[in-house]
């Protein structure tokens, strides 16, 4: 039988077949499409006429297009439902992907005919000329002006970083598969809602055991630090959590995190950089580490006095408990106890209203608002778990796009939430190829007798993840590496921050927010108690996403500063730190959106795309939160993708640039 990942898909929407597919097909279809892929380069490099745009940049980028969508099937796999079968072929997978990248990247005579493309001044549309400048820069940063032998070395680190990346992400997986906590009596869990000691009980009768576990989970691990009374139980678990490949054991990162940012230097030096943020940076809104810091010490001087307020308020609370010090595994359960004196609202009052089916409703009927979309479950789409659910999206009864939604943990599936896609929207001989776009979480699943109810957090994480969805799905561009999220990296997070936005609407709230059993809508009251709420520890988040962000460029131009991973750690967060650290645990080794992700020097992009979202949505504001043509303009730079340099985007939707006071005056008052 042929191997279905060699063939054009011939399901609906030519979607991935996950029926056919087995675990056995990957390693000989990337193998296959690999040669099929340098085949391709060849004709472009053996091609006789004279280099032209379109001979040589187009056909360049629309190569190797089944080998992209297979790589989207199998890397998503790994992510969301992955097993050791899996992990292994990823390991044999990843440098043939890099060494197949790096041939292409230093293919001389290719470079030749793309420099002459490159120098000559042909009249290209705006799109165009984006794309020529690209390839052209991508060559150059993957070093196509070395030397042999420096090539050679670049693509060997190029391979060892894709190995090792790889591998950080799975220790991190193991760790939080591996650990779980029985407990017996229900006693140790005082303060937990029933809704989540039964979600307790269900996971120990998964596992053959009376009683209750508690797992590493998001959805398990949160409940605990958020409403146990039980001090101890809180410590462990966030001992645990902290620990996660700190233990000096097979799964520890300490020595992945030297060898990975080394490699990283190594890496920009060969390209002549100075460090490994100044070569990601010069490619990003952001231009340069100077740049990075400057923004992030800014705004930790503005937030660090509210962080401090807000810590105080909270040692008052557990003194009266009799807690001379307070710990950061005290932080969530009184930030919640302030949270419900000052606004007399907590997540587990809120979560009857918050149930999953129609927080996803509202959010689909938002983009039907805003954009004209329409969402239509279907069962003719294969999956590739039973729990994913699949959507055609439509645009005046045209179809836009292919949604699946997975929303629960698995053993399976990494930590977190994200939003991906198996196939990029593009235009190829006059058909509009439509893109395939997933939503990935780990909301707390459902029970027996109870549907899946979602924490206010994890509503507006909904909404995150969606708005990186809409920004694939309203793609609209010709070139499938300018396409939807293709963006600069600091500005890849405005559209999901500023969906969030609507979340603390309470024009938009009262639209969904019922009780699943009642029906009964959320009292005004209580609504504007969330939007009131929507700054509660402001100061405390910053501070932590300044933190994070100052590591990341931190690990990424001081490699060599790099001994001993937690010293480095405690002395570069020290500005933001607000408990004493733990010397058990270490954040760096489960740091997986920089050492696996895409986030190296970028970590920063958060809160920067923060300044974008409160400037677009103030805008919003003014003219009214559902305002068509408003939201026309924000569709245009939505649908854009790649092709504009962000900034001007940006000011072609505001009409002028962001203003970093907008943030601040939404944080801050």
Not at 41 to 68: C, H, K, M, R
Not at 339 to 359: S, Y
Not at 390 to 405: C, H, P, Q, S, V
């Amino acid at each position: 039988m042929l191997n279905p990942l060699l063939k054009t898909f011939t399901t609906k929407h030519q979607s991935a077949p996950f029926d056919d597919i087995k675990e056995e097909h990957f390693l000989p279809a990337f193998q296959e499409l690999i040669k099929i892929s340098e085949k391709e380069i060849d004709e472009i490099v053996e091609n006789d006429y004279e280099p032209t745009f379109q001979n040589v940049i187009e056909a360049l980028a629309f190569s190797g297009e089944q080998l992209d969508i297979v790589s989207g099937i199998f890397f998503n796999l790994n992510s969301a439902e992955t097993n050791d079968e899996i992990q292994k072929i990823a390991q044999e997978v990843s440098p043939l992907l890099t060494e197949f990248s790096a041939k292409i990247s230093q293919n001389e005579k290719l470079f030749e005919k793309i420099k002459k493309v490159y120098t000559e001044k042909y009249s290209l549309n705006e799109e165009q000329q984006m794309l020529l400048n690209e390839t052209y820069k991508g060559f150059v940063r993957s070093g196509a002006l070395l030397n042999e032998a420096e090539k050679e070395k670049f693509k060997n680190i190029s391979i060892e970083l894709s190995k090792k990346s790889l591998q950080f992400g799975q220790n991190v997986l193991a760790e939080t598969n591996n650990y779980f906590k029985h407990i017996t009596e229900e006693k140790d869990l005082t303060g937990i809602p029933e809704a989540i000691l039964q979600q307790y009980r269900e996971e120990a009768k998964e596992r053959n055991l009376k009683g209750f576990v508690v797992t590493l989970q998001y959805p398990s691990f949160l409940p605990v630090m958020t409403y146990a009374e039980n001090r101890e139980l809180r410590k462990e678990l966030a001992l645990a959590n902290g620990k996660k490949s700190f233990n000096n054991n097979e799964f520890d990162n300490q020595n992945l995190i030297k060898e990975i940012i080394s490699l990283k230097q190594e890496k920009a030096e060969l390209l002549g950089y100075k460090t490994y943020a100044d070569y990601v940076l010069e490619e990003r809104m952001a231009k340069s580490p100077a740049q990075v810091k400057s923004f992030l010490n800014e705004l930790l001087e503005k937030a660090k006095p509210y962080a401090e307020k807000e810590i105080d308020e909270l040692r008052y609370l557990a003194k009266a408990d009799g807690i001379e010090e307070m710990e950061a595994y005290d932080h969530t359960f009184y930030a919640e106890k302030l949270r419900k004196q000052k606004f007399d609202i907590d997540d587990e009052e809120l979560k009857p209203f918050f149930p999953l089916e129609k927080v996803q409703e509202a959010v689909f009927g938002l983009a039907k608002t805003l954009f004209g979309l329409e969402f239509k479950e279907t069962t003719e789409i294969q999956k590739y778990h039973e729990e994913v659910k699949t959507y055609e999206i439509f645009e005046d009864g045209k179809f836009k796009a292919l949604l699946y939604a997975d929303y629960f943990p698995r053993k399976g599936k990494r930590a977190g939430a994200w939003m991906t896609s198996f196939k990029n929207q593009f235009r190829k001989n006059g058909e509009n190829h439509r893109p395939h776009i997933s939503v990935v979480c780990n909301f707390s699943k459902p029970t027996s007798d109870t549907p899946s109810l979602l924490t206010f957090q994890e509503v507006t994480t909904l909404f995150h993840e969606f708005g990186h969805a809409l920004h694939g799905v309203l793609a609209n561009t010709t070139y499938p590496s300018l396409s939807g999220t293709s963006v600069k990296w600091d500005f890849v997070e405005l559209p999901s921050q500023f969906l969030e936005n609507y979340c603390y609407e309470p024009e938009f709230l009262k639209t969904f927010a019922k009780h699943y059993q009642t029906g009964e809508i959320l009292s005004d009251e209580k609504i504007q108690k969330i939007s009131d709420s929507k700054n509660f520890m402001e100061g405390y988040q910053t501070m932590r996403q300044i933190g994070f962000g100052i590591l990341d460029i931190a690990y990424h131009t001081d490699a060599a500063k790099v001994g001993d991973v937690k010293t480095f750690e405690v002395e570069e967060t020290k500005a933001t730190n607000l408990y004493p650290s733990n010397p058990e645990t270490a954040m760096s080794t489960s740091f997986s959106h920089i050492f696996q992700g895409g986030y190296s020097a970028g970590y920063y992009s958060y809160k920067w795309a923060e300044v974008l979202d409160a400037d677009a949505f103030q805008y919003f504001k003014e003219e009214g939160i559902f305002n068509p043509k408003i939201a026309a303009k924000f569709k245009i730079l939505l649908s854009a993708g790649g092709t504009k340099d962000p900034m001007e985007l940006y000011k072609n939707f505001r009409g002028s640039e962001p203003k970093v006071e907008s943030l601040l005056k939404r944080a801050f008052g």
